[in-house]
Every structure is written in structure tokens, then in C-alpha cells.
């Protein structure tokens, strides 16, 4: 199910406000709850949540939801602190934000954005704070990476849907006047609340948002996933478009789902032989020398990236990920209708293509992530770490690239 453009459903589409966000973080702090052991049973620890300085929890309800599982992030009181005011006034500087990923996932879902989990309740004990939302049992994007079938067409059709989705979600983000400013596989996951064949994406991890699609300073987001502008906007204090850096992220991100594997470990300029070939050469060559991931791993890397993606992709995946910001694809959101001289990534011939249901079938993702042996670290080629696992560990930059 593609969520509905904001442009068909006039009375949802209206900016959030800053004044929107404080009146939900003040009704999520004014219902928190007391943590009853007895409701909440753990069921396994799914992930680090290492910038929150706690733990995502799978946990089943044993009250009157009749044993439904949910997903629990747990932070200690001292570091998210009882209110958005306490909170920013301990913490002025902090990139991360919990009491603005709650307030803004919360007030999403009231205005029926469907890209977002359910916002269910804040709880406290004496030490901890437990986020409680709904749980989306198919994993994330970075489990999807590793699954079969292998990079090439039937890969892709299995994308087109899952990247429509995501482009729609993104938009209509935007066209509220959000940007996420981290997106990456990690923070999109995968549910079947319409049915077991009807696979629908969600957005988490709002914890460096902003209702500001200028930007100054700051680096935002996962290492892989910064676009260009945000390093040279940090070394000169300029204003970098996050709707922008937004489409860029999600550029990485189709590169990855289509390839198993990541562009570059970052895009700061003299960091990362990958970024710096596509830099001088365009994303185009670096597609015809990069070497298939598998193929690598199996000492045997002959087949280029040129070579798997189709004509298709490669023009979506090179538009998304242009490293001069007025030549990147957008996501067709209103700000940019009229500036005729950019191209929309919703007109791509790629996503025209659409999917056939042979392959649609495929969409039933298996939960194997507890089968996957994992990455502790990612290097590119140049021998720099990526630095963006700092919350997961990550796919592989394979070396075998240029």
C-alpha cells in the first residue's frame, strides 16, 4: 500500500509547527506512566540504542492487547529527563532529540500519516524511561540487503514497490515541513499490517528532525549517508538544503538494497578513495569499475555494478546521488515545483517499470536475522572506517572497487 500524497488529501496537508511538537511532547510527559514489570515481558534484545544511551527491546503486552508484541526503547531517566524543556535545558547541544522523535511520531499518526510505527506510551520507573511503540515484525532494510534474491532484475522488482513507498513517505515528510536528516536502512522498517502479501515500509528515528529545510552547521546522520554539502556547510558555517541532504540519503539507500553493499564510507572530501572517484569521474563510471560485492567475497570479481543494475537504475541511482546539490534528482515535493531545471526521481522510468507478481510474492520477507553473522566494522577500499556504525554494524564497503 503506497501511502496517499498529501496533494490528494488537502485537509491532512498542513506544515507542523514548532508549536505542533511542544504541545505533543508536553501531552506525552503529562500521561507518562508507571512501568509495570508484570505488563511487559522481554522477549529478546533487538538493538543498541547507543545515541539514547539504552537498548530497543522486543516485549510482549500481557494485558487486556491479548499478548501483542511491541517494540521498547529504554533509556535511563538521568539522560532523557522527565519533559522536552527539562531535556533541552540539560542538554542544548545535543544533535539527539528523544522528546522530538515522541512528539513527532505521535502527532504524525494524528494527522494519519501512515509512514510512522504507533506511538503507544511513555513509562517510568525509578531509573529508566520506556518508549513503547508498535512493532513492525518484518525487520529493516539492512536485514532486506542481506536476503535473497541476489543483486540484478528480479532484485529490483522486488525494490520498486518498497522504493515507491519510501519516495511517497519521504515527500509527504517534506511537504509538511519535516526533514528526518537520518535516513538510513536502519531506520526504515518493514510491516504487513494490510496483509501477509502487502508489505509497507516505516520511518523511525526522528531524533534529529527539524521543521527548518535550511540548515547550518551540524553534521546529521550516518557517515555513508551524509550528503557533500553537510561537510563543506560544517567547515563554512553555510545553509545546506535537508530536504536535499534528505534525497541523497535516500540515493545511498537504493544503491545499497540494489547492490548489497555500500557507495563509500564517507563523502568529506579526502576521506574516501570511492567518493573522491565519483567526485572526478561521475557516478556513471564508478557504477562501470565497481565490482559486484558477491564477486568479491568469492575472489572472483569480475562482474561491474554497470553490469547488474539496469539502464533504469543507474539514471535514478546517478540523479539521487549527483554531489552538486542543483543537479540531484528531488522527490517531486511542492517546494521544488517550480524550478523547471530539476528533475523529479517520481518520473523515473525505473519506477514506471513497476512489478510483475511473480515477484511480488517475494515481498514476504523471512526473519533470518538472527542466522546473519554481521560486520563489526566497515572499510572502504582507502582503508578509512566508516564511522557510521556507531548505533549498528554495518554492510561492507567491499574493497574489489576500482
Known amino acids: 500500500m503506497t501511502a496517499e500524497s498529501p496533494g490528494t488529501n488537502a485537509g491532512l496537508y498542513c506544515a507542523i509547527k514548532p508549536s505542533h511538537l ?7 510527559a503529562a500521561n507518562a506512566e508507571v512501568w509495570n514489570p508484570t505488563t511487559f515481558s522481554m522477549v529478546k534484545t533487538l ?25 521498547v526503547k529504554r533509556m535511563p531517566t538521568a539522560w532523557v529527563m522527565t519533559s522536552q524543556k527539562e531535556f533541552d535545558t540539560k542538554h542544548p547541544t545535543s544533535s539527539e532529540k528523544p522528546w522530538l522523535d515522541m512528539a513527532l511520531v505521535r502527532h504524525l499518526k494524528r494527522l494519519r500519516y501512515p509512514s510512522v510505527c504507533e506511538f503507544i506510551g511513555l513509562f517510568r520507573d525509578d531509573e529508566d524511561t520506556y518508549v513503547v511503540t508498535s512493532l513492525a515484525p518484518e525487520g529493516d532494510l539492512y536485514t532486506w540487503c542481506l536476503c535473497d534474491p541476489m543483486p540484478g532484475r528480479s532484485r529490483e522488482a522486488i525494490m520498486v514497490p518498497l522504493i515507491r513507498q519510501i519516495f511517497d513517505a519521504v515527500r509527504w515528510l517534506h511537504n509538511l515541513g519535516v526533514a528526518h536528516r537520518d535516513l538510513s536502512l536502519e531506520n526504515i522498517l518493514l510491516t504487513h499490517e494490510g496483509g501477509a502479501d502487502d508489505v509497507q515500509i516505516r520511518l523511525i528515528d526522528f531524533g534529529m528532525a527539524t521543521l527548518s529545510r535550511m540548515c547550518t552547521a551540524k553534521l546529521m546522520g550516518k557517515a555513508s549517508y551524509q550528503s557533500p554539502e553537510l561537510h563543506s556547510s560544517s567547515d563554512d558555517g553555510k545553509d545546506y538544503d535537508a530536504f536535499a541532504a534528505d534525497g541523497f ?30 567526485r572526478l569521474f561521475g557516478l556513471r563510471k564508478f557504477l562501470g569499475k565497481r565490482r559486484l560485492r558477491e564477486d568479491v ?6 562482474t561491474r555494478l554497470i553490469e547488474v543494475f539496469s539502464p533504469a537504475l543507474v539514471d535514478l541511482v546517478e540523479g539521487l546521488l549527483q554531489f552538486e546539490v542543483m543537479e540531484r534528482w528531488t522527490l517531486g515535493e511542492e517546494c521544488y515545483a517550480t524550478d523547471k531545471s530539476r528533475k523529479s526521481a517520481l518520473r523515473s522510468e525505473w519506477l514506471k517499470n513497476g512489478v510483475s507478481k511473480s515477484f511480488a510474492e517475494k515481498l514476504r520477507l523471512r526473519t533470518i536475522a538472527n542466522a546473519l553473522v554481521r560486520p563489526a566494522c566497515c572499510f572502504c577500499s582507502c582503508g578509512s572506517v566508516c564511522s557510521s556504525n556507531t548505533d549498528r554494524d554495518r554492510l561492507h564497503v567491499s574493497t574489489g572497487s576500482t
Open 249 to 278: 540519503a535516500i540515493g545511498v539507500v537504493v544503491f545499497a538494497m540494489a547492490s548489497s553493499d555500500y557507495p563509500w564510507a564517507s563523502t568529506k572530501e579526502g576521506s574516501c578513495q570511492l567518493a573522491e572517484y565519483v
Open 47 to 71: 538493538q543498541d540504542a547507543i545515541r539514547n544511551h539504552g537498548q530497543v527491546h522486543l516485549m510482549r503486552r500481557n494485558d487486556k492487547f491479548d499478548g501483542s508484541l511491541v517494540a
Open 297 to 302: 567475497a568469492s575472489g572472483k570479481p569480475n
Open 22 to 28: 511542544f504541545h505533543s511532547a508536553e501531552q506525552i
